[in-house]
């Protein structure tokens, strides 16, 4: 397997990146601690939407359960009277996933507004069940040039196989390299026409937070993101761009949540990439398997201890690389051009 690696550590302060069901700040133990987490869908949604910004032609997907009215308008578009574009919508909609209402299914879509259009026009110029059926099966297997995104981060509909995609890219959610304990953020509003002697506050309440160094791991299969169910159909140039997009709002890209009230958005400390010519990606994250401690700061540690373990598995494992290059050592722009070179 053609791979590359991002090795990433990223100090953020005062922040709840990710939270759970109890509104709490995501944590895991890991080596016999608690660390703080970000899962990995959260932190691939701020890459994708970063990834629109910077090549909004070539990463157009959208995940959605309305899907039913823009297949209607795409129909009326090709001539169908509306009685006519609407129970074709649905049937439509029935063959690509389970159908929840009149205007959306049960799970959510990962399409773009072209293949959804293209969807239509094939369904609607069939003219029996079976080469409909057929129509549809051969649309899901291809993947529109403009959804770089769902070939990079795939897609997964529970109730129809046909219509998933591997993902090209891997992620591990991201951890502390050290250990962490969340805090909590007491916090009041005024009511700022309340009378004088009218005593206390308007809203008290509560927040928690924490503050971490985080060891991220993305890796993306090249060999996979060329083939005929992903990019194929782009030129090789096409393709470079996709992936240096994907390598560029990877490593820039942070989730936003509180991002008003707990403003977070910092770089990496450090980045290490890696391409392979073969063989599996690999973490580091058992650099951190022993959290870091220290009394003056965790990023420093952190970057020595994840050279460390990736000297030792080179040599103990034989690890090989045809690049290998790190971030502050060399430029952003030169570490892109040299990742990308790699591509085919």
């Not at 009277?81 to 990962?110: M, N, P, S, Y």
């Not at 240096?244 to 990496?268: D, V, W």
Request: charged share 25%.
């Amino acid at each position: 397997m053609r791979h590359l690696e991002l090795h990433i550590i990223q100090s953020v302060p005062v922040a709840c990146l990710n939270r759970d069901d109890l509104n709490s700040p995501k944590t895991a133990i890991f080596g016999g601690v608690q660390r703080a987490r970000v899962s990995s869908q959260w932190w691939k949604r701020a890459i994708r939407e970063m990834a629109k910004e910077i090549a909004p032609d070539d990463f157009k997907g959208l995940r959605t359960r309305y899907i039913i009215e823009p297949i209607v308008a795409e129909l009326r578009r090709l001539g169908k009277k509306e009685e006519d574009a609407a129970k074709l919508a649905q049937e439509i909609a029935a063959a690509l996933a389970t159908k929840d209402t009149e205007k959306r299914v049960k799970t959510l879509l990962f399409s773009t507004e072209k293949e959804i259009r293209e969807f239509a026009k094939v369904y609607a110029e069939s003219t029996t069940p079976a080469s409909r059926k057929k129509a549809i099966e051969v649309m899901i297997g291809k993947t529109p040039q403009d959804a770089a995104d769902i070939a990079l981060f795939g897609r997964m509909v529970a109730s129809d196989y046909t219509v998933q995609l591997e993902a090209a890219s891997m992620f591990s959610h991201a951890l502390s390299t050290h250990r962490v304990d969340n805090e909590i953020d007491f916090f009041t509003a005024v009511d700022e026409r309340q009378p004088k002697e009218d005593l206390g506050s308007a809203h008290p309440g509560t927040l928690e937070f924490n503050s971490a160094t985080y060891y991220r791991f993305a890796a993306l299969n090249l060999d996979m993101l060329a083939d005929a169910d992903h990019l194929a159909s782009l030129t090789p140039d096409e393709r470079k761009t996709v992936v240096r997009t994907f390598l560029e709002a990877t490593i820039k890209a942070i989730p936003g949540a509180r991002k008003n009230t707990m403003n977070s958005n910092t770089l990496p400390n450090y980045v290490l990439g890696v391409v392979r010519e073969k063989g599996h990606p690999i973490q580091l994250v058992n650099a951190f398997e022993n959290p870091v401690r220290s009394s003056q700061g965790y990023a420093a540690q952190s970057i020595e201890q994840l050279k460390a373990e990736y000297a030792k598995l080179k040599e103990t494992w034989g690890l090989t690389a045809v690049y290998e290059k790190a971030i502050p050592d060399v430029t952003l722009n030169d570490f892109l051009k040299g990742m990308v070179s790699h591509v085919k």
